[in-house]
């Protein structure tokens, strides 16, 4: 089965940028998407297809992916921003479709 | 603007079957294109996705839970539902429905009810 690796945490200074990073085998291939947690809340898409952002999402937030890895990045980090972040791909094969989350990482603003 | 609401299941004892509906406002669950997703969250865990339907009932399932699930829609009531046979304390958790444009992104998510497996 496909596996989404996340870091399980990453911390960052406010003002500065944060970087999430997402692997998983030829990821590139497929559309990663990622959602913010925030504690007590329902997750929220931050991200779509790789580097679309909805509406009402900072520009601050971005994504890209490449080879192996999806990367989210969030620059000008502020304190609202310390939540749990997880990418999510669909897996299609000839016989079955499913969703693949990453284990989440946790972004703690110092 | 389109909002998912779980009904509210709470305590469901070990070998029973947990049910959930999701009632869908400010839109039409027929829309097409669309899909109507279940996902859960153990306490303190990651994201876990449970399974999708469409609006013509065509489903898909995470194929770890494919033998206990089911997942149909009622497009009279605006909602869909869950359904997970033979619960132990390993399905506790935060249960999320939300929609799905064609197999990609999760949007918007319901507020999500807790469900806890305990005799």
């Known amino acids: 089965s496909y596996v989404l690796t996340q870091p399980p945490s990453v911390s960052v200074a406010p003002g500065q940028t944060a970087t999430i990073t997402c692997g998983g085998n030829?990821?590139?291939?497929?559309?990663v998407h990622w959602y913010q947690q925030k504690p007590g809340q329902a997750p929220m898409l931050a991200v779509h297809d790789d580097s679309d952002r909805p509406s009402g999402i900072p520009e601050r937030f971005s994504g890209s992916n490449s080879g192996n890895t999806a990367t989210l990045s969030i620059t000008r980090v502020e304190a609202g921003d310390e939540a749990d972040y997880y990418c999510?791909?669909?897996?299609?094969?000839?016989?079955?479709?499913?969703?693949?989350f990453g284990g989440g990482t946790k972004l703690t603003v110092l | 603007q389109l909002r998912l609401q779980e009904s509210h299941s709470g305590l469901v004892k070990p070998s029973e079957t947990l049910s959930l509906t999701c009632t869908v406002s400010?839109?039409?669950?027929?829309?097409?294109?669309?899909?109507w997703a279940w996902i859960r969250q153990p306490p303190g865990k990651g994201l876990e996705w449970i399974g999708s339907?469409?609006?013509?009932?065509?489903?898909f399932y995470n194929l770890s839970l494919k033998t206990r699930v089911s997942i149909s829609v009622e497009t009279s009531k605006n909602q869909f539902s869950l359904r997970l046979t033979s619960v132990t304390a390993a399905d506790t958790a935060v249960y999320y429905c939300?929609?799905?444009?064609?197999?990609?992104?999760?949007?918007?998510w319901g507020q999500g009810t807790l469900v806890t497996v305990s005799s």
């Open positions: 939300a929609r799905d444009p064609a197999q990609n992104w999760f949007a918007p």
């Open positions: 999510q791909v669909w897996i299609r094969t000839p016989d079955h479709a499913e969703v693949v």
């Open positions: 400010g839109g039409s669950i027929s829309t097409t294109d669309f899909y």
């Open positions: 339907v469409h609006t013509t009932g065509s489903t």
């Open positions: 030829n990821i590139e291939t497929k559309s």
